[in-house]
């Protein structure tokens, strides 16, 4: 696929390209999905190939980027397209990671794909200065930071596949490029975690972390703690990042370096995984807060738990909290042109965040990079599958460390959350992406659809049934 220049990709009245070929894959796959016919483990190579087709489709020449189609999002069309590659090589790392084979066959011909290769490519052209490829140099509360987080978890994932066969003048680039997370600012919240991680990898792989950095940033982080698993996340609060960003992050931590603070971390995780299993139907989520287009990664406490811990949940009950997630987004439009869409359902703008670019929702995957560590033929993808708290029974559970009662409704299929410190007052709809905004976005040439706090945060129910309609 020809990417579109600078200019083209800067314009805001531009969107890029759509690809047939995927257009043809969208139209199919819903139904192939669903096919409960097949085994769990094919249905899942089948979302495995449409992924890689999409990255195959929009990535650059030299692979250090992949600029998908969608709304643009404040952070500029070059940080789009390193979303593109750092929120989606992670699945292909999480493959060889697994012990499968590097040699796959090309989703879009009957050629075939080196996905070490694939990978390396893309970190090499990323990581030289002296390229036009270059990622950029991390600044100060820089979203190269976010970004730094997956490219650390890639060379993690693939040290014995890529990384043990990089020469050293290759291996002192990467490190390079991913040392400054040690000094810089970074936001006081969830973004802690990226630096613990890159610093820990960094001395893992021998490339000299920072480790009293990582400490201090660690306990910065811990004093937001508050219980059964989850941690306030400045400056919005408790929400899902608890799922998609920090249970995640604390479990590649502890596997990283076990002895930063074991106890504790498993301890949350274990907690967190309890608390995410009880928010999860089969008709959908009690979404709120902010971000709500990773939501198909919300089932990563529980596959975090289960892989550390398998004794102590069910893998066959792990998958259920995976399929009946990634089943109705699937279903409802969560992903379109090899992508996750940039809503709930189908693309939102009242939903998207304005820091949201077209790969940001690629932060979904998590959940199935945790899940393609798991080889072919582990329990994971083979014991029986077990129900979810919700389809076994009602259930009223109460958390007031985090001001929060969820309930489950067995016959209705519906889990909701109550937050208590928020006011009785009728829910309205979140605010359109009015006329007034999209001038407003064509004058400056920036996203200016709503916030929607008060939808996302301010309501006192959030149910699975009624997703902030």
Sequence with gaps: MVIPSQKQVEGWTERLPTSPLL????????????????????????LF???????????????????????????GHRIEGLEGFARTAPLFASWLASGRGEQVADPRNSGSIDLAELIRDGLLAGTDPAADTYWGAIGDVDQRCVEAADVALILWLTRASIWARLAPLERERIAD??????????????????????????????????????????????????????FYDPPMGIDFYNCWAISYALGWIDQVNPALDREFIRAA?????????????AEGLPIMGRSICYRMAVPCPVLIQSRLDPGSLDPGLARRALDAVWRYFVRHDGLAQG?????????????????????SCQWSL??????????????????????????????????????????????????????????????????????????????????HQPHNHRAKYGRRRYSSRRPLV
């Design 177 to 230: 490029w991913l040392r400054p997370v040690a000094q810089r600012e970074v936001s006081p919240n969830n973004w802690l975690l990226f630096r613990v991680l890159v610093l820990e990898v960094l001395e893992a792989l021998g490339m000299g972390g920072d480790r009293a950095a990582s400490q201090a940033a660690w306990t910065d982080f811990k004093q937001h703690y508050r219980g059964s698993g989850w």
């Design 49 to 75: 190939d449409y992924l890689l087709a999409g990255f195959l489709e929009f990535r650059t020449a030299a692979g250090e980027r992949a600029y998908y189609p969608g709304f643009k999002g404040m952070r």
């Design 366 to 447: 998590r959940s199935l990079v945790l899940a393609f560590l798991h080889p072919d033929d582990a329990p994971f993808w083979t014991a029986p599958e077990q129900p979810l708290p919700v389809e076994v029974g009602d259930f009223r559970r109460d958390y007031p460390e985090l001001g929060w009662v969820v309930q489950g409704d067995h016959a209705a299929g519906e889990v909701s959350i109550s937050i208590q410190g928020n006011p009785e007052r009728e829910d309205t709809p979140p605010e359109e992406h009015r006329a007034w905004r999209k001038a407003v976005e064509l004058l400056f040439h920036k996203p």
């Design 269 to 281: 995780l274990r907690s967190s995984a309890e608390l995410t299993l009880h928010l999860i139907t």
């Design 339 to 359: 992508c996750a869409t940039q809503g709930y359902h189908h693309p939102d703008k009242r939903l998207l965040d304005r820091y949201s670019g077209p790969a």
């Design 23 to 46: 257009e043809r894959l969208d139209a199919g796959l819903p139904q192939l999905f669903a096919d409960t016919d097949r085994p769990p483990l094919d249905r899942y190579k089948l």
